[in-house]
């Protein structure tokens, strides 16, 4: 059997960081995979609550504005809607503390934003279920 396309998969993207946002939108859609953006918590928990599509993946922040990306893990993961979907989290900083912290909360993975975009490729095939094309016209 032929691996599961990406195309019908949509991501929840959280981050404070527009140009990151932006950068990470484009990443996905190169690869055939839609995304939807929220700059806070707030905003994820109401995207997820209002929309009609469920995401097969949450990727994450750890610094958020407000409550941090920590408190929406936890709860998201406390939540009977949304404790399937899988979170990956991400962070600027490389704090072991930070990383065990959201390990323990139920967070499917963490990635360093520095660290290579094959790493995140790789968490993102693996939590999908599915293979992504490397580059898409």
């Known amino acids: 059997a032929a691996p599961l396309a990406a195309a019908a998969k949509l991501v929840l993207l959280v981050d404070d960081n527009p140009t990151f946002l932006t950068v990470l939108k484009n990443f996905l859609s190169r690869r055939g995979i839609a995304s939807e953006t929220c700059c806070d918590a ?4 109401t995207a997820l609550k209002e929309s009609s599509s469920t995401p097969d993946l949450i990727i994450c922040d750890v610094h958020l504005p407000g409550e941090d990306g920590i408190a ?39 990635v360093e934003k520095k660290e290579d975009p094959r790493l995140l ?12 094309p490397e580059f898409q016209a």
């Open 121 to 132: 490729l790789a968490h993102i095939e693996r939590l999908l279920g599915c293979s992504v």
């Open 42 to 45: 707030v905003s994820a928990r």
């Open 72 to 110: 929406l893990l936890s709860k998201l993961k406390s939540d009977n809607l949304s404790r399937r979907i899988p979170v990956l989290m991400l962070s600027s900083d490389d704090d072991i503390n930070t990383k065990v912290q959201v390990l323990k909360l139920g967070a499917e993975g963490y």
